[in-house]
């Protein structure tokens, strides 16, 4: 006990002695890189530019916008995709304060927070640059549903193409079935990728308002319509005469030549739907 008693004593004494370590301070340099030039990429780019940084924005396509030039329309404000990502793309070309690079990669990144040393090369030439921050906005790719549901990219396809036909006016199949979940929420991909719902519902209704006399339906294990205006796309969709069908993830669709058998998981039968075309709901996945 006495020693204990000593130890404090000692321990206490030395602290009465000891003086404050010396701040130290280094400068931050004040601009940002930004990596991958999509619709994430551009608003950061746009948003510290338009608060007075510089701003160094790199893509590695040759062009700006990412995955929204594959888009038709955007749900739930039925927008053009093309014309909200060609309006972001000259909001940061016309930006003084930004210094956009296409055909870019990252040769080599060294230092820490507010002082990066980074290389990149462009089109063939090689700059560096010391930076304060750096934003990676790299985005994600879609699924390539290979192997699943007789995919073949023509008669079975993902949203993603249907999406570029929908771009082409090259959709016109009178039974669309879309299957929801593909390649997610199971052993390979725990998650839920949250768009695929809405995506399957908006493309529903255009199919819809292109042609009334289609028979779209989706099959669906739960549907994640989050927000009060996706809810309503879910009651438009029903309005329209979309059809939905919930099935079992122990007991999936089978793709048949011309159509879809599923047991319908209310009624406790199996159904044979009519098919022209089946589209699936892949999720989004990270990029290499």
Known sequence: MDKARDLIRMG????????PQEIITSEVEV????????IAGLTAAISLANRGFPVILLEKEKELGGMLRSLYRLAPMDLDASEVINAKIKEAEDNPNIEIYTGAT????????????????????SKDVRLGVVIIATGAGNLVPEGMYQYDGN????????????????????????IQCVGARSPERRYC?????????????????MNPAAKVTILYRDL????????????KAKELGVRF?????ERPPVVEENKVTVFHHLMGKELEIPQEMVVLSTPLVGTE
């Not at 206490?12 to 003086?19: D, N, P, S, V």
């Not at 990252?106 to 030439?125: L, P, Q, Y």
């Not at 809405?198 to 209704?205: E, H, P, S, T």
């Open 155 to 178: 008669k079975v396809i993902t949203q993603w193409e249907l999406e570029e036909r929908f771009k082409a006016g090259k959709v016109d199949a009178n039974n669309v079935v879309i």
């Open 12 to 19: 206490a004494a030395k602290a009465a002695l000891l003086e």
């Open 31 to 38: 601009r940002a890189l930004v990596i991958g030039a999509g």
């Open 193 to 209: 990728s949250r768009i695929c719902c809405a995506i399957g519902i908006k493309n529903a209704i255009l199919i819809k308002e």
């Open 224 to 235: 994640m319509m989050y927000g009060v205006e996706n809810e309503d796309q879910l009651h």
């Open 245 to 249: 069908v919930k099935y079992d993830s």
């Open 106 to 125: 990252i040769e080599k990144v060294e230092g820490f927070i507010g002082k990066f040393d980074i290389t990149f090369s462009a089109n063939g030439t």
